[in-house]
Every structure is written in structure tokens, then in C-alpha cells.
């Protein structure tokens, strides 16, 4: 293992395992009767009439679409199902129990889930107390490691990691070092994804599920080191995309200006609801997503009372190391926002003493 050789990574079982190759791999023109599909065609043609069968496993429309996008070649994604499934297939292709993962906490929760479900050791670096990256802890956790999670902008402070760290990292420690960009089109600064190389251990996770609206498709991918990236295709499933989430998410990105105008009324509701929450006398961060973190004295009571009195339901992220009193709202429609506000605004006068003490109200 050493920094700069991100196949050398992988799990040394896997090199051994012959790739799958489905039917789909080779032929998908003429008369196809190799791969047991219903002939008699789909019962539901009004959602394509070709879903009766198999999706080609290198989804080569939107293969090249986001090799356009990113500047990056079409050997260097892996596209799935969702970025949580690109967590997974890192850690399927890297880790055998006992291997250490570093994450970097407070944090995105699945990047631990993932790899204990795995086997893997998690080790912990923390943020800084400003909530920003220090690189030393990173590569103290790392030291050793498979993979090393950054998030940035980060779940659920909605704070950017330095860039000139995460390269740092990604150049300095032996692990893969995997840049989550979920919520990077929010930030408004360059993805990483073009700074992937063949021999620099630093892969970037990217979604459709955020601004491009497209949760429900579950559509991400990760920008990888081409060597690493038939690692992962055999780690992954044969058909990764189905064919109704690859069309959804091509026809999502031919509307990139659309996305583009959604996420400024995002950040300009982002910054008029932090206004409103600082006029409160609440903490704010500062975010770089679609979402905002605030604190208050008793965030449980809070959180409570907003579920179940004014149907108003936020995120409780208390539980996080760094994390006292906080908690996590979705930047929604300006109408949306209102609703929440005004509903803070009367959980804050029903309970006083919630707001107060603690990370919350001075
Ligand atoms: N990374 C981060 C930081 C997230 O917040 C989320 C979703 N909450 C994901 C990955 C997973 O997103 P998806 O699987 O929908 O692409």
C-alpha cells in the first residue's frame, strides 16, 4: 500500500475474482434470446417500452454525459445507485474486516455504518473546534487506513473543507482519500472531480439526489483513479442503473441552466432564513449547502415540539461530537420557510427555557 498506487488498495481477495460478464456486455443489437428477458415485452410500455429488458451495465449515455460535464474520462466513473451504494462499493472493493477507515466527524453517518457493516475499524479524526479540517488529525486517523471520508460542503455543518487540505491528504496518507461532493453544486466552487489521477489516492463522490432533485431515482457516482475503477465494477452489481434512473438523470442534466437558477433561490433563502435565525438570537453556521445547522439549549424539546405541534419536522444532530444543542434544517421553498420560521419562532416562546444555555441562545 502507498500513497499514489490506489489499486494497490484493494482488498487482495479480490484481485483473484474473475469479472461477471452479463449479456449485456457484448451484444445489444439483433435478435437478443441470451438473457432469459420476458420477449413479450413490458406490462407498463407508458414508462418505456423497452424495460422488459436489460439496461446496458456501462449506462454509456450517461457514461459520456458526465465525462463532459466533470472533465473527466468515462474509465475514470462508476456510476450507481445513489452515492450511498458509491460509499458501499469503496468499501466492498477495499476493506476485509479488521481494516481501518478513517472518518472525520461530526459528519455523515453512513461512511461508519457502511464500513462496520464490513468489518472495518473506524477510526476518528475530529474537525477543528471552527468546525474546519485539521489536516494533522485526518492524517493521524488515516495513517494505516483503507480510506480516509471528507465531506465537503460536510453533513450536517454545511461548512466547506479546505480544498488545499483534502489535496494535501490526498497526496500525503496511504489511504484512498474519498471527497463526498454531495452538496458541492451549493458551494459554488470547483468539484474535485477533475483533480482524480491515476496515481493519486483521492476518488470524489458526487449525487443527483441533491441539487439536481433527483432523490428518488437514486442516481450518483464517483469520480476514481481508472485503475481502481474494474475494482469497483466487480465489486458492484451487473446492472448498476436501471434504465428508468439513467434516462431520468441524461434528461436531468440536458437542464443544468434550470439547476443552476434552482440553486440561487436556495442560497438566497439559505441566507435569509440564517438572517431570521440570528435575529432569534440563535447561533448560525455559515453553510455551502441546502441546509443550515443552529443551536439551541434543548434541541430535543425543540425538535419535539416542532414535529408534533406544528408538523414541522428537523433534524436533531445533538448527538454529534462538536455538535451541542444542534440542529439541521432543509432550505425549502420561501413559503415552506416561512412555515418553519414562524414555528421556531412560537416553540422558542413556549419554551423558553429550550432555547437558551447549552450551544443556544446566550
Ligand atoms: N453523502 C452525503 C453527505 C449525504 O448527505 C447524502 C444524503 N443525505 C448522501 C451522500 C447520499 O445521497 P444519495 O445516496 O441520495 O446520493
Not at 500500500?1 to 456486455?25: K, N
Not at 475499524?121 to 485526518?138: F, H, I, S, T
Request: proline share 6%; hydrophobic share 40%.
Amino acid at each position: 500500500m502507498s500513497a499514489g498506487d490506489p489499486a494497490s488498495l484493494v482488498r487482495p481477495h479480490l484481485r483473484e475474482v474473475e469479472p461477471y460478464t452479463t449479456a449485456r456486455s457484448s451484444h445489444t443489437g439483433g435478435l437478443l434470446l441470451d438473457a432469459n428477458e420476458n420477449r413479450l415485452g413490458t406490462l407498463v410500455p407508458e414508462l418505456g417500452e423497452d424495460l422488459n429488458q436489460y439496461p446496458d451495465p456501462r449506462t454509456p449515455e450517461l457514461r459520456s454525459a458526465l465525462a463532459d460535464r466533470l472533465s473527466v474520462s468515462e474509465g475514470e466513473l462508476w456510476i450507481g445507485n445513489g452515492s450511498d451504494e458509491g460509499i458501499d462499493v469503496l468499501l466492498r472493493a477495499l476493506v476485509d474486516p479488521g481494516d481501518a477507515v478513517a472518518v472525520v466527524e461530526p459528519t455523515y453517518g453512513v461512511y461508519r455504518t457502511r464500513a462496520r457493516t464490513y468489518g472495518a475499524d473506524v477510526r476518528r479524526a475530529l474537525l477543528d473546534e471552527d468546525l474546519r479540517l485539521d489536516v494533522e488529525a485526518a492524517a493521524g486517523a488515516a495513517a494505516g487506513a483503507k480510506a480516509l471520508f471528507l465531506c465537503s460542503p460536510n453533513n450536517p455543518t454545511g461548512t466547506r473543507l479546505s480544498r488545499e487540505g483534502i489535496l494535501e491528504l490526498a497526496d500525503r496518507v496511504d489511504a484512498l482519500v474519498v471527497a463526498d461532493e454531495a452538496y458541492v453544486e451549493y458551494a459554488g466552487g470547483p468539484s474535485l472531480a477533475g483533480e482524480v489521477r491515476a496515481d493519486r489516492n483521492l476518488a470524489v463522490l458526487r449525487t443527483f439526489s441533491k441539487a439536481w432533485g433527483l432523490a428518488g431515482a437514486r442516481v450518483g457516482y464517483l469520480a476514481a483513479p481508472a485503475p481502481l475503477v474494474p475494482y469497483l465494477d466487480l465489486a458492484g452489481l451487473p446492472y448498476p442503473v436501471s434504465k428508468l434512473s439513467s434516462r431520468a438523470a441524461v434528461r436531468t442534466l440536458e437542464r443544468s441552466d434550470e439547476m443552476e437558477r434552482r440553486v440561487a433561490a436556495v442560497r438566497e433563502e439559505r441566507e435569509r432564513i440564517a438572517a431570521r435565525l440570528r435575529e432569534m438570537g440563535l447561533r448560525v453556521l455559515p453553510s455551502e449547502s441546502n441546509f443550515l445547522l443552529f443551536f439551541v439549549g434543548d434541541p430535543g424539546r425543540v425538535q419535539g415540539r416542532m414535529a408534533s405541534e406544528e408538523d414541522v419536522v428537523i433534524r436533531n444532530r445533538s448527538d454529534l461530537p462538536r455538535l451541542d444543542g444542534a440542529l439541521r434544517v432543509t432550505v425549502g421553498r420561501r413559503e415552506e420557510n416561512d412555515r418553519f420560521l414562524e414555528a421556531l419562532e412560537r416553540t422558542l416562546d413556549q419554551l423558553p427555557d429550550a432555547a437558551g444555555g447549552a450551544g443556544g441562545r446566550p
